[in-house]
């Protein structure tokens, strides 16, 4: 059974930095697409960064030169490098990973983690 567990959030202030780690159990990363997403208050959750199987990676448009999303294979762990947080990056944050079976799809998320940014 695939298990995902997020850590590294927590309350900083504008212009801070944070690492969320995303530590998978039952599966191996480097053969999923990972992915953060974001869910902030009275929102959807939102794809912010996401990493393919080959190590391509995307994110979006506002967090483009600010995050970095990375996979150490070795430790099983994706990490989502956080600087320059606006108060906007407020919210709970979850790691996906898309495991496939053929070319069908299967994704599994984390518990998340809370990021708060004050400004």
């Known amino acids: 059974q695939v298990q995902l567990v997020e850590s590294g959030g927590g309350l900083v202030q504008a212009g801070g930095s944070l690492r969320l780690s995303c530590a998978a159990s039952?599966?191996?990363?480097?053969?999923?697409?990972m992915g953060w997403y974001q869910q902030a208050p009275g929102k959807q959750r939102e794809l912010v960064a996401a990493?393919?199987?080959?190590?391509?990676?995307n994110y979006a448009d506002s967090v483009k030169g600010r995050f970095t999303i990375s996979r150490d294979n070795a430790k099983n762990t994706v990490y989502l490098q956080m600087n320059g947080l606006k108060p906007e990056d407020t919210g709970v944050y979850y790691c996906?990973?898309?495991?496939?079976?053929?070319?069908?799809?299967?994704?599994?998320w984390g518990q998340g983690t809370q990021v708060t940014v004050s400004s």
């Open positions: 996906k990973a898309t495991e496939y079976d053929g070319l069908v799809p299967y994704d599994f």
């Open positions: 039952g599966s191996i990363v480097s053969r999923n697409a």
């Open positions: 990493i393919t199987r080959g190590g391509r990676t």
